[in-house]
């Protein structure tokens, strides 16, 4: 939303701007997203492991 | 009793068995403990002090010493190809390179992050309410990562020696 601010230059007013909360979920907090992470990273790891022996 | 036995025979057997008490300890806490506290700690009184004064320290004597224990045999298996494995010198070294990578993270975790943390919450090292908050949730992610780290671990050391098979490895 555009105000007029010091002077009476148009400037944004953030109080009025919508906030937005998101909050960012840690897998390592549950069992099961510890599990799929640990899954996850096995794959990862396998294709990381055979590109290194050469493919 | 050859040295290809000692070496292959009762360092991979130790080796397994220092594991098995390591990494059974750690799912213990994170499949069994964890959530029995929580549960025995949310009644009115709380009912769960039995664990955190007799079961816990045991458990976690055991669980950081099978940690050295495991670790020490691991290195003892790999031998002169110690080197080839940790610094990924020759690509047959590779997998269990990752794997011996894995489980020397984990070590460290143990050791330096949920060791030092735990002995403030058991009270053998004094701490305020604040240290232990912050304490509690360091240990609780240390143990998470190993439980998630422990899963590629066992993969690599199960299945180092099958890479090498077409049908594995593609």
Known sequence: ?55 | VTWEFIHYGLGRWLHILFGVMWVGMLYYFNFVQAQALARANAETPPSGAGITKHVAPLALLWFRWAAVATWVMGAFLLGDKFGAAFLFREPAYVPIGIGAWLGTIMLFNVWVLIWPNQKRLLGMVPAGDVEKAKARRVAFLASRTNVMLSIPMIFFMASSGMFHFPVFAG
């Not at chain 1, 701007?17 to 899954?39: C, F, Q």
């Open chain 1, 1 to 55: 939303m555009i105000v007029a601010g010091p002077g009476g230059t148009p400037c944004y007013d953030r109080r009025a701007a919508p906030i937005r909360e998101t909050t960012m979920k840690n897998p390592l907090d549950s069992l099961w997203g510890t599990v799929i992470a640990g899954l996850v990273l096995t794959v990862v790891l396998y294709y990381l492991a055979r590109a290194m022996m050469g493919g």
